[in-house]
C-alpha cells in the first residue's frame, strides 16, 4: 500500500523538541492552539457576559481543564480500540437513553437527565458520539459507497436515537444527532442522484412536520418568522439579539462595554446567546475573527480526516468537523435571526459543561487518527 | 497482483472521499458566505438602526422641572414664591411590609386614612423601586417625629422639594389665585410634554393667566437604564455623555404686579369681614393698586398637596362663596352709580342743560300710565338742577333724563365706556356685565311679548336698575374714565416681566382703548363738578364719607337692588332679611383737580351705600395718601 502523504511525516528525531513532546502525547499542535484560543476567548467574553463574576469564569475554566484531560485521554487510545468499542458504546447509550424516558428525572419539564446516583447526565450526549461511530464501524469494511441493504441498517442506526431524542424532547439535539449521521452517510458516498431525490422529498415533508411539533417548538417557528409580531414575548430574545449585534458595528463597543448585555436587555447572554455579547462588544471583527478560528478547528478536522489511515477514521472524523461546524452555523443563525431559535449553544465558548466534554472526546478522537498513524518506510 | 480483485478498492474510496470532503469545503464556505453577510447587513448596513434601538434601550429621558416665577407687588414685596419643603416618601421594593409600615405611621399620626388612599393611587402607576410621595408638605415637628421612628421604618424616605408658598395668606388671594395638583383636565388645556416633570398648575388668578410665563422650560437629563427601567451607575464615556446633554430647565419669569400689597391688606380689613368688594386703580395708566374680593381663603392649602376632600367641599359649599372672586365675576346692578353717566348722555345729546330743572315730588309716572316709580326721598327733592340730581342721588330727575334719551342714546353712550363688556384685565373669569338695548332684548328672551323693549325699562335704565349689570371692577374702570375725562386704559396686574437668571426687567406699556369722545368737553367738568359735590357739600351723599380729608375727592354712592319692592310696600332696611338687603356701592376719583386713583366698594347687603361704603372708600384712601406722603 502506498500513502502518497507519506513524505509529509518527519520521523520522530527531525522533530522541534515541542513537537516531540506533542508527538510523545499523541497531540495535534494546531488543532489544540485553536481549540485553546477559543476556549480562552469564550472565557474572556463569559466574564464581560456574566457580569463580571469572576466565579463564573472560574467554574467554566475548571470544566474547559475537565474536557481537556477528557481529549488528551481520548487521544491516547489507539483508533483500532475505538471502532472495536464503538457498537458497545451505541448499545449503552441507547440502554441509558431508553431508561430516561422510562425513568427519567425531569429537569426543566422535559426528561433528558439520566441519575446515576453520584453523577447525573443526558445520554444524548452520549449519542452525540455514538452514532457517528456506530456508522462508521458499519461501513468500515464495506465497500463504499454503500448499498442499500447498508443504507437500510444506517437508517435505522440513526433514526431510533434521533427519535428517542426528539421525545424527550430535545429537538435540537435530536437534529444534530441526526445530522451527523447524515453527513457521515453523505462522507462515505452517497449517490448524488440519491441525496437530490431524499433532499427533494423531506423539504416536500417539510410542512408534515408541523403536526408533530410541540406548541412551543410551534411557536418558535412563528416568532422566527415574524419576531416583530410579539416584540416584548416571544419574539423579545430575537429582536434583542440583532439590536445587540448590529448595534456592535465594525469595531464593537468594547470588552464590558456592551450595553444591551450589561443592562441585561438581552436574554441568555452567558449561554445560547453569547454570541451576540461578542458581536456587540467586539463587532463585525470580532466575530468574523471567532468565525475565522472556528473554520480552522473545521478545516484541520478535515484535513486529519483526508489523511485518516482508515475508512472508519475517514468517516468518523469528517463527520465530527462537519457536525462541529453545523453547531457553530446554527448558533451563530439563530442568534442573527437566520434560523429559528433552537436551543443550541456557541460550542467552546457558550457557559455549560456537558456539551464541552463531549466536543473535546470528539477532537481528542481526531487526535488519536492523527498521531496513531502506521509511519511507513519509504 | 495479489490485489488486483479486492474487496475494497482502497484507493477508490479515498478518491470518492476526497471528493465528497471537497463537496463539504464548497458547503463550508457558502454557508459561512451567508453568515458573513448576515452579520455585515446587521452590523454595516442597518448599524445606525439598530445603534438607535440600543441607545434608546438604554437611555431614559428624565424631565425636570422648571422653578416656577416668583410674583412681586409693585414695591418689590413677594407675593408668591417657591420654598423648600420636605415630603415624605415612601420606597416599596425596600418595604417588607407595607400593610406594617403604613400602619405605623397611621400611629405616628404622619399620615391619615385619605393620605393612604392616595398612596395606593399614586403606587399602582410607579415601579417597585421608583419613590412614591406619601405626604407633601411635613412641618418641623412631624419632621422631628418621623426623624426620632425612621430606623422602624425601612423604605421610609424624606425628600426636598420646592413648594408655591405665598406669604401673605390669604390676602390677595382672588388677584394671585393658586396652583394645585396638577389633573387631567389641566393637562387636556396645556403642552402635556411640557408638565412632565411638573407636579402643580395655576389654577386660578395671575396664577392662571400668566400660567406660561410663569412655569418656564423644561429642561431634562438622560438616565443609563437597564431592561427593568432601574438607574444604572453609567461610566467612562457614557457619563460623559450623560452629563453633556443634561438640558437645564429655564426657570419662570418673574412677575411684578401693579398691586400694592399694603393698600390691598388695608382695603380687606377695611371690610370689617363683610362680603364685598373694593377696586383701586390708578387712573393713569389702568394699574390695579387694589383688588380686593372677600371673604377669601388661604391659597397655602392648595399648593401643599395636602388639602382633603372634605376642606375643598367646605369650601365650595360655604354660603359665602369665598371661592367667588366677586371683584370680577360679580354681576351686580351698577344702581345709582350709573346716574353721572346718564347725565353725560343728557349733556351730549342735548337732552338736558346745565341749568335746566325738574319738580320731584317724590315719584314719577310715564305719562297715560299710573305706575309710579318712586324716588329713594319719600316726599320729593323739589325743584332740582342737574347738579342737584348727582349730589343728592334724586331719581326722578334720572326717571325723565332717561324718558327723554331712549335707551338707544343711553346704550350708546354707556357703550362708549365700556359698559356690557370685559375690561379685558388680565384675570381669568372676568364677567362682562350687562348693558340692555333693544336688540338685547329681542335676542335674549324667546317669549314674543318679551322681546319689546318697554318704556318703563328704559326709565329704570336711568337709575341703574333693570336688567344693567356690573362687576365692581368694571364700576371702577368707569369711573377712572370719568376721572380722565374720556381716557381709557386697559386694567392691568402686571406691569412688568423679571427675567431670573439675568435679571432683566421688562417693563410692559399700559394699554390704551378707544377713548370716550364728547362734543364739549365741559360736560366733563359739570359731572366732575357734581361729583366733587357729592362728597364735599353736606347735602352731598358722601358727605360723611370725606370729611376731614386731607385730599378733595368726587364720588358716587349707589345701591343695588337685591330684592324688589312691591308697589304699595314700604322698603325697610330693618325687617327685611340680611340676605336681601340692598347691596350698598360706592365710587370715588381723587383728587378732584387733577385725577390720579379711582375707587370702588361693593359691600353686600349693606344697605345704603353712602353709610355701608363711602367710610372704606375713606379708609383706603387714607392709606393710599399715608404711604405716599409718609
Given at each position: 500500500m502506498i500513502f502518497s502523504e507519506a513524505e509529509q511525516f518527519r520521523p520522530y528525531r527531525a522533530m522541534s523538541f515541542p513537537g516531540r513532546i506533542l508527538r510523545k502525547l499523541c497531540i495535534d499542535g494546531p488543532l489544540l492552539i485553536a481549540l485553546l484560543l477559543l476556549a480562552g476567548a469564550g472565557l474572556f467574553v463569559l466574564y464581560s457576559a456574566g457580569g463580571q463574576q469572576t466565579d463564573l469564569v472560574v467554574r467554566q475554566l475548571f470544566r474547559v481543564g475537565v474536557a481537556l484531560t477528557a481529549l488528551l485521554m481520548v487521544a491516547q487510545i489507539p483508533p483500532k480500540y475505538l471502532r472495536m468499542w464503538s457498537p458497545w458504546l451505541y448499545l449503552a447509550g441507547m440502554i441509558m437513553l431508553i431508561l430516561v424516558l422510562v425513568t427519567g428525572a425531569s429537569g426543566k419539564g422535559v426528561q433528558r437527565w439520566l441519575d446515576l446516583g453520584l453523577i447525573r447526565f443526558q445520554p444524548a450526549e452520549i449519542m452525540k458520539l455514538a452514532v457517528p461511530m456506530m456508522a462508521a464501524w458499519i461501513l468500515h469494511d464495506r465497500r463504499l459507497p454503500p448499498g442499500a441493504k447498508d443504507l437500510l441498517k444506517l437508517l435505522v442506526i440513526i433514526m431510533l436515537p434521533t427519535i428517542l431524542i426528539a421525545r424527550q424532547p430535545d429537538l435540537g439535539t435530536a437534529l444534530l444527532i441526526c445530522a451527523s449521521g447524515i453527513l457521515l452517510v453523505l462522507l462515505a458516498g452517497l449517490s448524488a442522484r440519491f441525496i437530490l431525490l431524499t433532499g427533494g422529498l423531506a423539504m416536500a415533508a417539510l410542512p408534515a412536520l408541523w403536526y408533530f411539533m410541540l406548541d412551543y417548538q410551534k411557536q418558535r417557528v412563528l416568532t422566527f418568522l415574524s419576531p416583530e409580531a410579539d416584540p416584548l414575548g416571544s419574539?423579545?430574545?430575537?429582536?434583542?439579539?440583532?439590536?445587540?449585534?448590529?448595534?456592535?458595528?465594525?469595531?464593537?463597543?468594547?470588552?464590558?462595554?456592551?450595553?444591551?448585555?450589561?443592562?441585561?436587555?438581552?436574554?441568555?447572554?452567558s449561554t445560547d446567546f453569547i454570541f451576540a455579547v461578542l458581536g456587540e462588544e467586539f463587532g463585525l471583527l470580532g466575530l468574523l475573527s471567532i468565525l475565522v478560528a472556528y473554520l480552522f478547528v473545521v478545516g484541520r478536522g478535515l484535513y486529519i480526516a483526508v489523511h485518516g489511515q482508515d475508512t472508519y477514521s475517514r468517516l468518523l472524523a469528517g463527520s465530527i468537523s462537519l457536525t462541529f461546524f453545523v453547531y457553530v452555523f446554527v448558533n451563530a443563525s439563530m442568534v442573527t435571526g437566520l434560523l429559528p431559535v433552537v436551543?443550541?449553544?456557541?460550542?467552546?465558548?457558550?457557559?455549560?459543561?456537558?456539551?464541552?466534554?463531549?466536543?473535546?472526546?470528539?477532537?481528542?478522537?481526531?487526535?488519536?487518527?492523527?498521531t496513531h498513524r502506521k509511519l511507513l518506510p519509504t | 497482483m495479489l490485489y488486483r480483485e479486492p474487496l475494497k478498492d482502497t484507493w477508490a474510496e479515498q478518491r470518492l472521499f476526497n471528493n465528497r470532503i471537497v463537496w463539504a469545503l464548497t458547503g463550508l464556505v457558502l454557508l459561512?458566505?451567508?453568515?458573513?453577510?448576515?452579520?455585515?447587513?446587521?452590523?454595516?448596513?442597518?448599524?445606525?438602526?439598530?445603534?438607535?434601538?440600543?441607545?434608546?434601550?438604554?437611555?431614559?429621558?428624565?424631565?425636570?422641572?422648571?422653578?416656577?416665577?416668583?410674583?412681586?407687588?409693585?414695591?418689590?414685596?413677594?407675593?408668591?414664591?417657591?420654598?423648600?419643603?420636605?415630603?415624605?416618601?415612601?420606597?416599596?421594593?425596600?418595604?417588607?411590609?407595607?400593610?406594617?409600615?403604613?400602619?405605623?405611621?397611621?400611629?405616628?399620626?404622619?399620615?391619615?386614612?385619605?393620605?393612604?388612599?392616595?398612596?395606593?393611587?399614586?403606587?399602582?402607576?410607579?415601579?417597585?423601586?421608583?419613590?412614591?410621595?406619601?405626604?407633601?408638605?411635613?412641618?418641623?415637628?412631624?419632621?422631628?417625629?418621623?426623624?426620632?421612628?425612621?430606623?422602624?421604618?425601612?423604605?421610609?424616605?424624606?425628600?426636598?422639594?420646592?413648594?408655591?408658598?405665598?406669604?401673605?395668606?390669604?390676602?390677595?388671594?382672588?388677584?394671585?389665585?393658586?396652583?394645585?395638583?396638577?389633573?387631567?383636565?389641566?393637562?387636556?388645556?396645556?403642552?402635556?410634554?411640557?408638565?412632565?416633570?411638573?407636579?402643580?398648575?395655576?389654577?386660578?388668578?395671575?396664577?392662571?393667566?400668566?400660567?406660561?410665563?410663569?412655569?418656564?422650560?423644561?429642561?431634562?437629563?438622560?438616565?443609563?437604564?437597564?431592561?427593568?427601567?432601574?438607574e444604572m451607575d453609567a461610566k467612562g464615556s457614557t457619563r460623559e455623555e450623560l452629563v453633556r446633554n443634561r438640558k437645564e430647565p429655564i426657570p419662570g419669569s418673574d412677575l411684578i404686579l401693579s398691586l400694592d400689597s399694603e393698600l390691598q391688606t388695608t382695603a380687606e380689613s377695611a371690610l370689617e369681614g363683610r362680603r364685598g368688594t373694593v377696586v383701586v386703580i390708578d387712573v393713569t395708566n389702568g394699574d390695579i393698586l387694589a383688588l380686593v374680593s372677600q371673604p377669601g381663603f388661604d391659597p397655602n392649602r392648595f399648593s401643599a398637596g395636602g388639602m382633603s376632600n372634605e376642606e375643598y367641599l367646605a369650601l365650595q359649599n360655604d354660603a359665602d362663596k369665598p371661592l367667588f372672586n366677586r371683584a370680577l365675576?360679580?354681576?351686580?346692578?351698577?344702581?345709582?352709580?350709573?346716574?353721572?353717566?346718564?347725565?353725560?348722555?343728557?349733556?351730549?345729546?342735548?337732552?338736558?342743560?346745565?341749568?335746566?330743572?325738574?319738580?320731584?315730588?317724590?315719584?314719577?309716572?310715564?305719562?297715560?300710565?299710573?305706575?309710579?316709580?318712586?324716588?329713594?326721598?319719600?316726599?320729593?327733592?323739589?325743584?332740582?338742577?342737574?347738579?342737584?340730581?348727582?349730589?343728592?342721588?334724586?331719581?326722578?330727575?334720572?326717571?325723565?333724563?332717561?324718558?327723554?334719551?331712549?335707551?338707544?342714546?343711553?346704550?350708546?353712550?354707556?357703550?362708549?365706556?365700556?359698559?356690557?363688556?370685559?375690561?379685558?384685565?388680565?384675570?381669568?373669569?372676568?364677567?362682562?356685565g350687562l348693558l340692555p338695548s333693544r336688540g338685547w332684548k329681542r335676542d335674549a328672551f324667546s317669549r314674543r311679548s318679551d322681546r319689546i323693549w318697554f318704556p318703563g325699562e328704559t326709565v329704570i335704565t336711568g337709575i341703574g336698575q333693570g336688567y344693567m349689570l356690573a362687576t365692581p371692577l368694571q364700576l371702577t374702570h368707569f369711573t377712572a374714565t370719568m376721572a380722565t375725562r374720556g381716557k381709557r386704559f386697559k386694567p392691568r396686574l402686571v406691569t412688568a416681566f423679571r427675567d431670573p437668571l439675568s435679571g432683566e426687567t421688562t417693563e410692559i406699556p399700559p394699554q390704551e382703548l378707544a377713548p370716550v369722545e364728547l362734543s364739549d368737553d365741559r360736560h366733563w367738568d359739570d359731572i366732575h363738578r357734581a361729583m366733587g359735590a357729592v362728597m364735599n357739600t353736606p347735602r352731598g351723599t358722601g358727605w360723611s364719607a370725606s370729611l376731614g380729608a386731607a385730599y378733595k375727592m368726587?364720588?358716587?354712592?349707589?345701591?343695588?337692588?337685591?330684592?324688589?319692592?312691591?308697589?304699595?310696600?314700604?322698603?325697610?332696611?330693618?325687617?327685611?332679611?340680611?340676605?336681601?338687603?340692598?347691596?350698598?356701592?360706592?365710587?370715588?376719583?381723587?383728587?378732584?383737580?387733577?385725577?390720579?386713583?379711582?375707587?370702588?366698594?361693593?359691600?353686600?347687603?349693606?344697605?345704603?351705600?353712602?353709610?355701608?361704603?363711602?367710610?372704606?372708600?375713606?379708609?383706603?384712601?387714607?392709606?393710599?395718601?399715608?404711604?405716599?406722603?409718609?
Open positions: 419574539g423579545y430574545h430575537i429582536i434583542q439579539s440583532k439590536i445587540a449585534i448590529g448595534s456592535g458595528g465594525v469595531f464593537g463597543k468594547g470588552w464590558l462595554n456592551g450595553s444591551q448585555a450589561h443592562l441585561e436587555f438581552l436574554p441568555e447572554r436551543g443550541i449553544p456557541l460550542p467552546l465558548v457558550s457557559y455549560g459543561g456537558t456539551s464541552m466534554v463531549t466536543l473535546m472526546v470528539g477532537f481528542g478522537m481526531l487526535m488519536s487518527f492523527q | 459561512t458566505g451567508l453568515l458573513a453577510s448576515r452579520l455585515i447587513n446587521l452590523q454595516v448596513v442597518e448599524y445606525q438602526r439598530y445603534a438607535d434601538l440600543s441607545h434608546g434601550n438604554r437611555i431614559r429621558i428624565q424631565p425636570l422641572a422648571p422653578t416656577r416665577g416668583i410674583i412681586f407687588d409693585r414695591n418689590g414685596v413677594v407675593m408668591a414664591e417657591n420654598l423648600p419643603a420636605y415630603q415624605m416618601v415612601l420606597i416599596p421594593e425596600q418595604v417588607s411590609d407595607l400593610e406594617g409600615t403604613l400602619e405605623r405611621l397611621t400611629e405616628l399620626k404622619l399620615i391619615d386614612e385619605e393620605q393612604k388612599q392616595r398612596f395606593f393611587k399614586r403606587k399602582r402607576s410607579k415601579r417597585s423601586f421608583d419613590a412614591v410621595p406619601l405626604r407633601y408638605r411635613l412641618n418641623d415637628e412631624e419632621l422631628a417625629r418621623l426623624s426620632v421612628h425612621r430606623h422602624e421604618l425601612p423604605g421610609v424616605d424624606v425628600q426636598a422639594a420646592l413648594v408655591r408658598s405665598y406669604p401673605l395668606g390669604s390676602s390677595a388671594v382672588h388677584v394671585l389665585g393658586y396652583v394645585g395638583a396638577l389633573s387631567e383636565s389641566d393637562l387636556q388645556r396645556v403642552e402635556a410634554s411640557r408638565y412632565a416633570a411638573t407636579s402643580h398648575i395655576g389654577k386660578n388668578g395671575i396664577e392662571h393667566h400668566y400660567e406660561k410665563r410663569l412655569h418656564g422650560e423644561p429642561g431634562n437629563r438622560q438616565l443609563l437604564v437597564n431592561a427593568q427601567g432601574r365675576s360679580g354681576n351686580y346692578p351698577p344702581g345709582s352709580i350709573v346716574k353721572p353717566f346718564i347725565a353725560l348722555a343728557g349733556l351730549e345729546y342735548r337732552a338736558v342743560t346745565r341749568g335746566q330743572s325738574i319738580l320731584c315730588e317724590g315719584y314719577y309716572s310715564i305719562p297715560g300710565n299710573e305706575h309710579r316709580y318712586r324716588d329713594w326721598k319719600k316726599e320729593g327733592h323739589g325743584v332740582t338742577n342737574m347738579h342737584d340730581a348727582i349730589t343728592e342721588s334724586c331719581d326722578v330727575f334720572f326717571y325723565m333724563l332717561a324718558m327723554e334719551l331712549g335707551i338707544d342714546r343711553i346704550h350708546a353712550m354707556l357703550a362708549d365706556f365700556g359698559f356690557g363688556e370685559p375690561t379685558g384685565t388680565d384675570l381669568p373669569n372676568e364677567k362682562s368726587a364720588g358716587k354712592s349707589g345701591s343695588a337692588q337685591v330684592f324688589s319692592v312691591g308697589q304699595e310696600e314700604e322698603y325697610d332696611e330693618e325687617e327685611i332679611d340680611e340676605r336681601l338687603r340692598d347691596h350698598a356701592l360706592f365710587v370715588a376719583f381723587t383728587p378732584l383737580e387733577n385725577p390720579q386713583i379711582a375707587i370702588s366698594v361693593l359691600v353686600e347687603n349693606g344697605g345704603s351705600g353712602g353709610r355701608a361704603a363711602g367710610p372704606v372708600v375713606r379708609k383706603v384712601l387714607d392709606a393710599w395718601y399715608q404711604g405716599q406722603n409718609p
